[in-house]
């Protein structure tokens, strides 16, 4: 009996355990990872880990899920470094992080039943300091100013000033111009909170967790050019696989970008990616 309540407990530890801490959700390419090192192409279902740096290019967009349930949004020609991942298991697990957005949008949600669970994330943009527990909030380091939204919940800020106080009266703003002392926190505008949260979603075709389908860029007639076709487009920030295929005289070799949600957005990519790198005639399949 004792044995069987022992390996019950190692095998819900293993469960516990098994959760990533962070794990990409979803790409608007171009994007990349930066770990040690390499610089490489953000892949869809890579788990990340302590000083993992995502950076993404014109247009881009990254979603990032937390093993508390949060998700991470980072907007186009942001860098955002993971330090300080955790999952500390005593009576109640705590996960635990320190993001450092040193440049572009971010944007940190914690679904409503996450909220249960037991976090301490911290967040430095653009010289301030945030710590959530289970909130929304958006920000940024823009070239002018700083900005921290908070769009539900509370958070503690400590300013670029090294000012403490906390933000629990959404949606407001704090400011920080680059030139100048910070302002106020204030009420925020509906409109340019709309605006804000833009920078950060979603809306163009993006491989993500579960998609099925697929475009085929190019196909090589030789390893040598599929090679350097296939890093190409990776250099560029797009998580292209190289797939070969056998014919009667040889081997051929296709290009592509899998983990499409569905056909629409795999034409859409389609279309968006012809004449890039000699993709002149993209075609999609299942």
Not at 36 to 56: A, F, K, Q, W, Y
Not at 146 to 164: F, K, Q, W
Not at 242 to 255: H, M
Request: charged fraction near 20%; glycine fraction near 8%.
């Amino acid at each position: 009996m004792n044995k069987l309540i022992g390996l019950t407990l190692m095998l819900v530890a293993l469960s516990v355990q098994a959760e990533p801490d962070a794990q990409v959700q979803a790409v608007q390419m171009p994007a990349w990872l930066q770990r040690s090192e390499n610089r490489m192409p953000l892949r869809v279902g890579s788990e990340l880990r302590n000083g993992d740096t995502l950076v993404t290019g014109a247009n881009a967009r990254i979603y990032v899920h937390t093993a508390d349930g949060s998700t991470v949004k980072l907007g186009e020609n942001a860098t955002l470094k993971l330090e300080g991942l955790s999952q500390q298991s005593a009576e109640k697990t705590l996960f635990s992080a320190v993001l450092n957005v040193a440049k572009g949008a971010f944007r940190f949600t914690t679904a409503s039943l996450a909220r249960l669970k037991a976090r301490a994330v911290t967040v430095r943009v653009a010289g301030a300091t945030i710590g959530i527990r289970g909130t929304d909030v958006w920000g940024k380091d823009g070239s002018d100013q700083g900005v921290v939204c908070l769009i539900e919940g509370r958070i503690s800020v400590t300013g670029p000033d090294s000012s403490d106080f906390v933000m629990d009266q959404p949606p407001s703003f704090y400011k920080m111009p680059k030139d100048a002392s910070p302002l106020p926190v204030a009420a925020v505008d509906p409109e340019q909170l709309k605006k804000w949260a833009a920078e950060t979603e979603i809306a163009q075709p993006a491989p993500q967790i579960g998609g099925v389908w697929k475009v085929d860029l190019l196909t090589l007639p030789n390893q040598s050019s599929a090679l350097a076709a296939y890093d190409q487009w990776r250099a560029a920030g797009y998580d292209v696989r190289l797939l070969p295929v056998a014919k009667q005289d040889g081997w051929q070799y296709k290009l592509r970008v899998v983990q499409l949600p569905n056909r629409a957005d795999a034409q859409k990519m389609a279309e968006q990616l012809k004449g890039m790198f000699g993709a002149e005639n993209p075609s999609v399949s299942r």
